[in-house]
């Protein structure tokens, strides 16, 4: 059975450059034939040219297909650049980044890396500054929002410590529907009848998400020191959001990048990325979600 | 020639990856500044800025039609274009096929600028709500104050948003952008 696998886990682990291609060709499949907004053109024509760009050993030809596939996915970002989910901004760059790695030949990975790790160093502290100065935010009132309005973000697990959490959600349903409904001139404002626990339980998550948001800053800035346990971090951070939300594209970009800053010393964890990336789409595609945690 | 372009870009790949990682933060910058100035959405445009905010799903787009009533005295009727209204459904069900697709026309762009409301977009919106004749079921028995058709400066584009404010106990709804067109139509 392992042996199965072999030429599988030694193509993840020994062809980066490739096996980047690869991913990124799944990646951008899996957000073209998400966005409601991406132009038909490029729904069409950006997978095949990434599969030519994975198959094609010239460099040439690779960095055509991957330029035109590129600059397919930045046109529409800039065409409908308040439409367009910051999916497409990521998927956008990582194409570009990409392209340069496979120009600058042998000193491509080294490049790569470094791009990889600004990328998901920038993603962090930004998203980590925007919460913080978001007074929505760090009131717990976005948590409280989630946690009242999506009933697959931990309903059952609140169940047991909230009694007849379920039949709350479903009454602020009613309440929202009441809200959306009612006239533009009515008082617009209504009464939520909660626990005392879903503020508190808001509050945890929330400060929650700001510590882990940190800890992997932290983990990424100091990388060098930490070796595997980068990705480690990496991986258990995106299990931890999957388990959470339905973000599963944006969180294969970002084991897209895991993978991407990947070297000798830390090739192990290649196969976890790829594993993990063809788990998130893969059921990503196919509908399902494990809810691990709901 | 392409070949020279990568040969370039090869030579010079430290100094370009830089530039490509400045340009990322500086869009990143600019979508920050913009959400803090307008009411552009911080889950578009690129800014990292997702589960800071409201979702644009929590937003709602009205018009409000402003003239007389039967008494010739001021008055005025909210219609919401998204999520569409319950007679606009109706309504879009029963016209031709031309009309359908004109009333979905005016839903996808009151769709469209929850994202980024602003005067360009909402004034656009303001223009094309009032080509549309809007039966009574939306107006009742609104007039227009001036000849027999509204124009654009009588229509208000408003876009709503929806929040929770869970130590109150309250969900609420706010106004976040409103435009009413000049006299002339669009913006100055």
């Keep these: 059975m392992t042996q199965a696998f072999a030429p599988l886990r030694d193509f993840v682990n020994d062809r980066y450059a490739q096996m980047l291609l690869v991913l990124f060709a799944v990646v951008s499949f899996s957000v073209l034939v998400e966005q409601a907004y991406m132009p038909i053109l490029a729904k069409i024509l950006v997978p095949w040219l990434c599969l030519i760009a994975v198959i094609n050993a010239s460099r040439n030809l690779r960095a055509a297909m991957l330029l035109i596939a590129t600059v397919l996915l930045f046109l529409n970002v800039l065409t409908d650049w308040y439409r367009v989910a910051n999916h497409s901004f990521m998927i956008s760059f990582i194409g570009l980044g990409l392209f340069l790695m496979v120009a600058a030949e042998e000193k491509?990975?080294?490049?790569?890396?470094?791009?990889?790790?600004?990328?998901?160093?920038?993603?962090?502290?930004?998203?980590?500054?925007?919460?913080?100065?978001?007074?929505?935010?760090?009131?717990?009132?976005?948590?409280a929002d989630y946690i009242l309005n999506e009933p697959s973000i931990f309903s059952n697990l609140i169940n047991l410590f909230v009694p007849d959490h379920l039949n709350t959600l479903h009454q602020i349903n009613q309440i929202e529907r009441n809200l959306v409904n009612s006239p533009l001139t009515d008082t617009a404002t209504r009464p939520l009848q909660v626990s005392p626990l879903i503020p508190v339980i808001a509050m945890m998550l929330t400060y929650a998400s700001l510590f882990w948001q940190a800890a992997l800053e932290a983990v990424l800035l100091f990388k060098s020191k930490l070796g595997l346990w980068t990705h480690r971090i990496i991986i258990f951070f995106v299990l931890i959001i999957y388990a959470t939300v339905d973000e599963n594209e944006f969180l294969s970009m970002n084991c897209l990048l895991g993978y991407a800053m990947t070297d000798d010393s830390t090739k192990r964890a290649r196969f976890w990325y790829?594993?993990?990336?063809?788990?998130?789409?893969?059921?990503?595609?196919?509908?399902?979600?494990?809810n691990l945690i709901s | 020639m392409f070949d020279a372009v990568l040969n370039l870009i090869k030579s010079r790949i430290w100094v370009i990856a830089y530039i490509f990682m400045g340009l990322i933060t500086l869009n990143v910058g600019i979508q920050i500044y913009t959400h803090q100035t307008t009411a552009l959405t911080p889950w578009k445009g690129g800014g990292f800025g997702m589960y800071t905010e409201p979702h644009s799903d929590s937003r709602y787009v009205w018009i409000r039609v402003n003239g007389i009533d039967e008494n010739g005295k001021g008055s005025s009727a909210d219609i919401r274009l998204h999520p569409k209204a319950g007679f606009m459904v109706t309504w879009q069900n029963a016209v031709s096929r031309g009309g359908s697709r004109s009333l979905q026309r005016i839903s996808n762009a009151a769709e469209s600028l929850r994202f980024y409301p602003n005067d360009a977009n909402m004034s656009a919106l303001a223009d094309f709500a009032s080509r549309i004749r809007w039966p009574d079921e939306a107006i009742g028995d609104l007039q227009p104050t001036n000849g027999e058709r509204f124009v654009p400066s009588d229509i208000t584009v408003l876009v709503a948003e929806k929040y929770v404010d869970v130590h109150d106990g309250e969900m609420r709804r706010r106004v976040i952008a409103e435009y009413r067109p000049t006299e002339l139509g669009g913006i100055e």
């Design chain 1, 108 to 143: 491509g990975a080294d490049v790569m890396r470094f791009m990889a790790r600004y990328i998901l160093c920038a993603l962090m502290a930004l998203a980590l500054v925007q919460k913080l100065i978001s007074p929505y935010y760090m009131s717990g009132n976005l948590m």
């Design chain 1, 274 to 290: 790829v594993l993990m990336i063809f788990f998130l789409l893969g059921f990503k595609l196919t509908g399902i979600r494990l």
